[in-house]
């Protein structure tokens, strides 16, 4: 029998800062085996992968740690600080710090009095300064040999942890801004963002997937990353269709990849690849980026027309039981009923029900918001 690493008993997994999205995202892809346990925090028990496989897989989540002991609320941070004495113990040089998590409200571990009583047993330690509520990716990443603990506050327990993974923010700014071709007019849908839009489809991969309106191709490429089976994508706009391609041949290139790949132009409302996709996700066409507040019910108007007319097209060929992931606008200066609020109604008639209620993600002061929304191709009964 090969020696298979030992997995922990349990990881916590930290939410990024639209946690709602991440918490989806974790809902889509592992079911029952994940629970909410705070609202930036979800627990996997029993965890079948290794918290790098993790980071690597999800959009949503900033850090990944190894639950080492459960303890009452009621634990001081006297004792908290004896059980991290013994967790730092070790015969070699050590550079640590203790991330405190959901425990504004509380006094700070003492850290300094850690060491001191580390030093005093014949330790050589030095701690981190950073925020309390932990090191950034770029120390945790980049410096190495620091090992840090974390006190968890959720409302039931007080977790001791250690931090296994974080997020690789050069491996995403690398694909944000490295990808040889962008839009800033086109939006700015972050990688991180299409990642976890990809995850809401769920967790197989053996799927094509289609992108009406890829742009730059944003959504495509984390779709390549995760191992689609076949990338397909189309837009209104030949420098799209050619940009795209470009992207993706550059994401093959920097990432290792080969997939299937086909990319053409279209109109959303008419477009039918072949073979048929399994899968659709998508931003589509927001309308102005910045738009005035009377030119917003307009705005309105025309997009729900639009997004009707995709749906409908869609409708004809996606197999019952296949998923959309789309984005709706939401202007938030807008009196009236949003995009979304326009098309509840019609969902149904238009042969789709909804699986994943809005979610809202906005940059702050954005004047568009997206509303992240799942749908389902009804079954014939
Ligand atoms: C918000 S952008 C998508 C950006 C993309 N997610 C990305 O990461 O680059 C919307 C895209 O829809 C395209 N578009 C507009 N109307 C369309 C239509 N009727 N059919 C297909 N594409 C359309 C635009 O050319 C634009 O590239």
Redesign the pocket.
């Known amino acids: 029998m090969p020696n298979l690493p030992t997995l922990p008993s349990a990881y916590l997994l930290e939410l990024g800062s639209t946690p709602e999205l991440s918490w989806a995202e974790l809902d889509s892809l592992f079911g029952d085996r994940v629970k909410r346990v705070d609202t930036n925090l979800a627990i996997i028990d029993q965890p079948q992968e290794t918290a790098d496989q993790l980071i690597d897989t999800l959009g949503g989540t900033i850090k990944i740690f190894q639950v080492l002991d459960t303890l009452p609320l009621t634990t001081s941070n006297q004792e908290l600080e004896i059980k991290l004495l013994k967790l730092l113990e070790t015969n070699q040089k050590l550079k640590f710090f203790v991330a405190e998590i959901n425990r504004h409200h509380l006094p700070a571990i003492d850290l300094s009095n850690i060491k001191t009583r580390l030093t005093e047993a014949g330790q050589t330690v030095r701690y981190m300064a950073g925020p309390r509520q932990g090191l950034s990716a770029a120390i945790l990443r980049h410096k190495t040999g620091v090992k840090e603990l974390a006190v968890i506050n959720t409302p039931e327990h007080i977790y001791l942890a250690q931090t296994l993974a974080v997020q690789d923010i050069d491996d995403w700014t690398k694909r944000d801004r490295g990808k040889p071709f962008a839009d800033r007019q ?2 700015l ?1 972050t990688p991180k963002v299409a990642r976890m839009m990809v995850n809401l489809a769920g967790p197989n991969r053996q799927r094509i997937i289609y992108d ?8 495509l490429m984390e779709a390549g990353i995760l191992g689609f089976e076949r990338l397909v994508g ?4 030949p420098d ?1 269709v050619t940009g795209s391609s470009q992207n993706l041949e550059w994401l093959q290139t920097n990432y290792q990849i080969t997939v299937g790949i086909n990319i053409f132009p ?4 008419k477009a039918q690849p072949q073979p048929i996709p399994d899968v659709i996700v998508t ?4 309308g102005k980026l910045k738009p005035k507040a009377h030119q917003v019910p307009n705005i309105v108007k025309g997009l729900t027309k ?1 997004y009707i007319g995709t749906l409908k097209n869609w409708h004809h060929w996606l197999k019952p039981g296949s998923e959309v992931v789309i984005i709706f606008p939401r202007f938030i200066e807008a009196s009236g009923p949003s995009v979304y609020e326009n098309l509840i109604d019609k969902f149904d008639q238009l042969g789709y029900t909804t699986t994943l209620e809005p979610i809202i993600y906005a940059r702050p002061k954005a004047i568009v918001q997206r509303q992240i929304v799942r749908l389902k191709v009804k079954q014939y009964t």
């Open positions: 086109r939006g849908l009406p309106f890829c742009g730059t191709g944003t959504i189309s837009d209104l706009d799209a279209a109109d959303a409302t931003e589509p066409f927001l639009l």
